[in-house]
């Protein structure tokens, strides 16, 4: 193995080869399920293999202090930014659920969340996800975010920002909207 390929994706490359191999060798398949192969490759992540190294979760505790950091008062890109944040954490929203892609040719607007899907309450609000990847019947996935009596409120944070986006953009269709008008990447 070279020293420079990572043991995790040795499989990943074994994989390609073999494909690439099999018009010319049909029974390459065979050798690469073979014990002697998987046993080098298995014994190669346990000599070479490094662990993953992952970033620690956001904590509840971890919400206000970020808000107090921001400085005061908020300008719409700092509570576009805060209410995401609080909106990602409760609903357990994946980034490409709440931002378009920066690269323009993977931006599809039918995926925006919509400012008419917003519905309100005095304990909770939701909206809808227009298309998701789990979306599997194409109807959209509401999402439903209480109020927090814990720590910083992700309700109250919500209408703050409603607040500014329909008193900078009151006729523009997307929920989510910088100070400049455009979707946030």
């Given amino acids: 193995m070279s020293h420079h390929i990572q043991p995790r994706s040795v499989d990943a490359y074994l994989s390609g080869i073999v494909n690439q191999l099999e018009p010319h060798f049909p029974h ?3 050798s690469r399920h ?3 192969v998987k046993r080098t490759v298995q014994g190669a992540l ?3 293999g490094r662990p993953v190294l992952r970033k ?5 505790d ?5 808000l107090q950091g921001l400085q005061h008062p908020l300008t719409h890109d700092d509570l576009l930014w805060i209410t995401q944040l609080h909106c990602g ?3 357990l929203l994946r980034l490409g659920e709440l931002v378009s892609p920066d690269d323009i040719a993977l931006r599809d607007s039918s995926k925006l969340s919509l ?3 917003v519905r ?3 304990s909770e609000f939701s909206f809808l996800l227009q298309r998701d990847k789990t979306d599997t019947r194409y109807e959209g996935n509401h999402v439903l975010i209480q109020r927090s009596l814990l720590s910083s409120d992700p309700l109250a944070l919500f209408q703050r920002y409603l607040v500014s986006r329909d008193l900078h953009f009151p006729l523009h269709p997307y929920l989510w909207l910088r100070a400049d008008g455009h979707p946030p990447t």
């Fill in 120 to 122: 309100m309450s005095g």
């Fill in 28 to 30: 390459v398949r065979q």
């Fill in 46 to 48: 346990r000599l070479l």
């Fill in 56 to 60: 620690h979760p956001i904590l509840q």
């Fill in 34 to 36: 073979s014990l002697l």
């Fill in 62 to 66: 971890d919400l206000p202090r970020v």
């Fill in 115 to 117: 400012r008419t899907s």
């Fill in 89 to 91: 954490f409760y609903a």
